[in-house]
């Protein structure tokens, strides 16, 4: 395993505002970076937002305002949604700063002059009325404007591409020999069959119909298009042929730093097929792990404003709290598949999950080390009985195998090992019954040894739950009596952790939602009527 990660997420478009899926993404790369931090590993964690293009241009103009203040404005409530779900990123780039828009000419230029990038035609659907280029797909089968609706003409417009068919050769040796680049496994082959067999085209890296871009150097009519642009992003921000390059000397040149790319299913083939030929083109190492998750759906359609069917994050972690929706994110839809959002499972993940299982095993502990010990966890008395045995095996179990999962960014299947854990715990104590060792004087060790057991467990789940449940679980230590320094997660396996600590019995720490008054509010919520 190497030592130190690189991990990004995708710049997402300020068009308009993030909606749950933009966040489900970024939440999912923040709970791999903070598990690798806890765990004491050097992570750099980057997002930030792709501000370029005609999308952006158009709703600057129908919002009257320069597409540089509508970008501003948006952004803006990025970071506020970024701050409520308590991301870790440690930068986050803007594709109009001076740090990438500088690099990305440089770029250009390196690529023009070594033969990379070239002048040619672009040819695609026009629309006179809006001024705007389509392609095939976006024209439809009845060739309109998915703008205004009016037919489209086929036009051409002078425009830079880069030679993709240069690099295919040497693309395919390093899927082959980097058969864990793409993950899951099934995206290669459909890369290759839909996009490499077929024939790939020559990318078009540059457009003169807008001005919201990058100028070329060379050629300022042209602006760099979209994709050269979004992509570089990745190493921009690490200040790739700047003057302060020692951030990308670290988390990319070294071959000690793991870098991984986070992305839906929807930009695969840029990021698996451009990317690392840009990056061959510059002459510098490609990532080692792209990870594609699927897409967050409502309820089998596509979130859209017409259906009225769009989460917007933020007033459900105002609602319910920043846990509760990073814990369904992670939890409900597997990392990899496509998934749906509905607000009964929503609730019910929490009640069954939170409130259930996790908080109320810790009220129980609290209560009843409070009521037979006086607030004071029993020390570690090794095992007492068969029960003590297998709960210290099933909390060792879970420590390697939520390890495990995570190292692949297997993050649903990690907290169900956690789940279960919390699971076990609470079967541990209708196995053990506490209350009929406490009315039998002679059992007063094996209730001390369930006790410690107990808090064990639940040290172990809120460490391992942490990187999701980034304020719960520090109150769970707080009750269990565990300082900063004790609850590290280096003590994971430290038997004696919870040794005579004082237990602080606090507030439930997931309380029970009804289902009768929050899925119609969440129902209200999607409809944009709250
Ligand atoms: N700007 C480009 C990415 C450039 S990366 C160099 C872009 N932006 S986006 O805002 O449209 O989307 C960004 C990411 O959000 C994509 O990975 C996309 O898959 C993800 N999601 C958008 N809607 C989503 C869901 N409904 N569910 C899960 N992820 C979703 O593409």
């Known amino acids: ?308 069917n769009v989460v917007d994050p933020y007033p459900l972690v105002e609602k319910y709290g920043v846990d509760a929706v990073r814990y369904y994110l992670a939890r409900e839809v597997n990392f990899g598949s496509d998934g749906s959002f509905s607000p009964e499972q929503f609730v019910e993940r929490i009640n069954v999950d939170l409130a259930n299982a996790y908080g109320n095993l810790l009220n129980r502990t609290v209560s009843m080390i409070n009521k037979y010990f006086q607030g004071t966890i029993p020390a570690y008395q090794g095992q007492k009985t068969d029960f003590d045995g297998s709960l210290e095996s099933m909390i060792e179990l879970t420590i390697d195998s939520y390890e495990k999962a995570m190292d692949d960014l297997k993050i649903t299947e990690a907290l169900t090992y956690v789940n279960e854990l919390v699971n076990r715990a609470n079967k541990y104590i209708d196995e053990t019954t506490p209350w009929v060792l406490a009315k039998d004087s002679e059992k007063v060790d094996e209730l001390a040894s369930v006790m410690n057991h107990l808090s064990r467990a639940l040290f172990v789940a809120s460490r391992l739950y942490h990187p999701v449940l980034v304020t719960a679980s520090d109150k769970a230590f707080t009750q269990l009596g565990l300082s900063e320094e004790k609850a590290l997660y280096e003590n994971v396996h430290d038997k004696h952790l919870l040794d005579n600590l004082t237990v602080n019995k606090g507030e439930p720490l997931f309380p029970r939602l009804d289902p009768v008054v929050e899925v119609p509010f969440i129902n209200e919520l999607m409809s944009g009527n709250k």
């Open 1 to 308: 395993m190497k030592k130190r990660f690189y991990i990004t997420t995708p710049i997402y478009y300020p068009s308009a505002k993030l909606h749950i899926g933009h966040a489900y993404c970024t939440t999912l790369t923040d709970i791999f970076a903070r598990s690798k931090r806890e765990r004491g590993y050097e992570c750099y964690f980057l997002t930030g937002a792709d501000e370029h293009g005609l999308k952006i241009e158009k709703n600057a103009e129908a919002a009257g305002v320069t597409p540089q203040a509508f970008v501003d404005n948006i952004v803006e409530g990025f970071y506020k949604l970024w701050d409520l779900l308590k991301i870790s990123n440690d930068d986050f780039i803007r594709t109009t700063q001076t740090r990438h828009t500088e690099t990305v000419q440089k770029i250009f230029t390196r690529m023009l002059n070594k033969g990379d990038i070239y002048l040619g035609k672009y040819e695609g659907w026009y629309c006179r009325y809006c001024e705007s280029f389509w392609t095939d797909t976006q024209a439809g089968p009845d060739k309109v404007c998915p703008d205004c609706g009016r037919p489209v003409q086929k036009a051409e417009e002078e425009a830079y591409f880069f030679k993709t068919s240069k690099y295919v050769d040497s693309l395919m040796k390093f899927f082959d020999e980097n058969p864990k680049f793409l993950i899951p496994e099934s995206r290669k082959n459909e890369m290759i069959n839909t996009f490499i067999k077929p024939g790939l085209d020559d990318l078009c890296v540059s457009r003169t119909s807008f001005s919201w871009g990058i100028p070329v150097v060379e050629n300022p009519k042209h602006v760099v298009y979209v994709w050269l642009d979004a992509l570089t992003n990745y190493i921009t921000a690490l200040g790739y042929d700047s003057k302060d390059d020692s951030l990308f000397k670290k988390y990319w040149e070294d071959e000690e730093t793991e870098i991984i790319h986070i992305l839906g299913a929807d930009i695969t083939r840029f990021h698996a097929i451009y990317w690392p030929m840009f990056l061959e083109s510059l002459g510098i190492r490609k990532p080692d792990r792209e990870f594609v998750h699927g897409l967050l759906m409502m309820k089998d359609s596509k979130m859209s404003k017409s259906k009225g």
